[in-house]
């Protein structure tokens, strides 16, 4: 198994632009979820999907959209690029029951802004 | 919403001592804590985690407890090493697992 993957691992946007971050698991879990980490502020949750065809929003969506069309992706959605957006993206999918909800992350997209 | 608080932000502790890190949480509907260790460029790891029917979770050197009446848990490590150096999260959730709220992090250093 591949487990979370992201692509790309790194990015530089000028502001306004548009762009898709990419997030892929091979693990058939159900819920996958987006995060941003910024410096002193831990993780905050961008957008969610509990499966396929399912998303919702999170504590920071503004200025991201989310699909899952299939259980193995869920891509995020830069509309128009901010600097406010400079971030390191990951990506995690979360296994379902069981002793533990373990959520896996993916290795993070580092976005840069201009 | 939810909302996690975590301290310290940073920790320094020398190599055998122990390392306590505490969290609080605010929603009483929260049941599942995890705990997470970041190393520097990486991506977050589980470590150790604790349901709300569950008072301590011991793994080795690691420990987690928790008090639902305080809504508070904590993380601990005993005879820490230098590989222990990383940031520390703290996280809760409702349900299975969906919509984490993570704690701000804590920086541990393990000095030798």
């Known amino acids: 198994n591949a487990g979370v993957t992201q692509t790309p691992k790194f990015q530089v946007l000028k502001t306004g632009q548009s762009m898709t971050l990419q997030c892929a698991q091979d693990?058939?879990?159900?819920?996958m979820s987006w995060y941003r980490q910024d410096p002193g502020m831990g993780l905050r949750l961008i957008h969610y999907s509990v499966g396929a065809g399912i998303t919702d929003q999170g504590e920071v969506p503004n200025g991201y959209n989310v699909s899952r069309s299939t259980t193995e992706d869920f891509p995020l959605r830069l509309l128009s690029a901010a600097p406010s957006q400079t971030s390191v993206y990951f990506c995690?999918?979360?296994?379902?029951?069981?002793?533990?909800?373990?959520?896996?992350f993916g290795p993070g997209t580092r976005l840069l802004v201009l | 919403g939810e909302n996690v608080e975590q301290h310290p932000s940073t920790l320094s502790v020398q190599e055998g001592d122990s390392a306590v890190i505490k969290c609080t949480y605010s929603?009483?509907?929260?049941?599942?804590f995890p705990w997470y260790k970041q190393e520097l460029g990486k991506r977050p790891q589980l470590i150790i985690d604790?349901?709300?029917?569950?008072g301590e979770k011991k793994d080795q050197r690691i420990a987690v407890t928790l008090n639902k009446t305080a809504k508070h848990f904590s993380l601990h490590i005993t005879e820490t090493q230098p590989e222990d150096s990383a940031v520390y999260f703290c996280?809760?959730?409702?349900?299975?697992?969906?919509?984490?709220?993570f704690g701000p992090g804590t920086r541990l250093s393990v000095l030798p």
């Open positions: 693990m058939n879990h159900e819920y």
């Open positions: 929603d009483s509907a929260s049941n599942y």
């Open positions: 995690a999918s979360t296994r379902r029951g069981g002793p533990q909800e373990t959520q896996y």
């Open positions: 996280a809760a959730s409702i349900g299975y697992g969906q919509n984490f709220v």
């Open positions: 604790i349901r709300s029917n569950v």
